[in-house]
């Protein structure tokens, strides 16, 4: 099973979540594909999350988070032992975010939501100091991204497998070209198609 957390702002939408999507449905797997649209409250994103996945065994589960969605997966992935990918991962959001306090609206459908301050101290809750087991984590890091260091992102996932691409942006914008590997650390063989 794979669960992706998207990141602040966007949707199941976002290109990354509906390319993986579309690979998963191509494989005939996408029975094993979540992707649900997170609630700006941290607290009640991260409760959606484990109500998604209650059931799966960590050995079966991979989480994919972007932005704001790694933070989260970083959590939960301690939390439950289950592999993660990070893409672009948001590591410090309670000063990234501090300035989108207010309502805004959401990327793929110009849809308003309220960040509320109160969620800056939700955020604390959920965060980890430093990873315990590596080899559990897979990250994708852009040097070109105009919103987080991919340095900060280098050095909290310190021994994960890493891929820094050179440029790029922070959504990713050739992610097409990571969905086989992203696939392959999550248990899924796209060569194969199984």
């Known amino acids: 099973m794979i669960l992706y957390l998207h990141g602040f702002r966007s949707s199941p939408l976002s290109m990354k979540s509906r390319l993986l999507a579309a690979q998963m449905q191509a494989l005939g797997r996408a029975d094993e594909w979540l992707c649900p649209q997170l609630p700006a409250s941290p607290k009640l994103a991260i409760e959606l999350a484990l109500s998604l996945v209650n059931n799966a065994a960590p050995a079966d ?14 959590w939960l992935a301690e939390r439950l032992g289950c592999r993660a990918v990070l893409l672009n991962p948001a590591i410090v959001p309670l000063i990234d975010l501090e300035q989108h306090v207010g309502v805004t609206t959401e990327f793929h459908s110009d849809k308003p939501f309220e960040f509320k301050r109160e969620y800056i101290d939700e955020l604390g809750t959920f965060a980890v100091e430093k990873i315990t087991e590596p080899q559990r984590y897979f990250l994708i890091a852009a040097t070109g991204d105009e919103v ?28 097409a070209d990571y ?3 992203v696939l392959a650390f999550a248990g899924v063989d796209v060569e194969a198609g199984r």
């Open 61 to 74: 589960l991979t989480l994919i988070g972007s932005s704001l969605g790694g933070y989260y997966a970083t």
């Open 179 to 181: 969905v086989a590997p």
């Open 148 to 175: 987080l260091d991919y340095r900060d992102m280098l050095a909290h996932y310190q021994g994960a497998r890493q891929i820094v691409i050179e440029g790029s942006d922070h959504g990713i914008s050739e992610f």
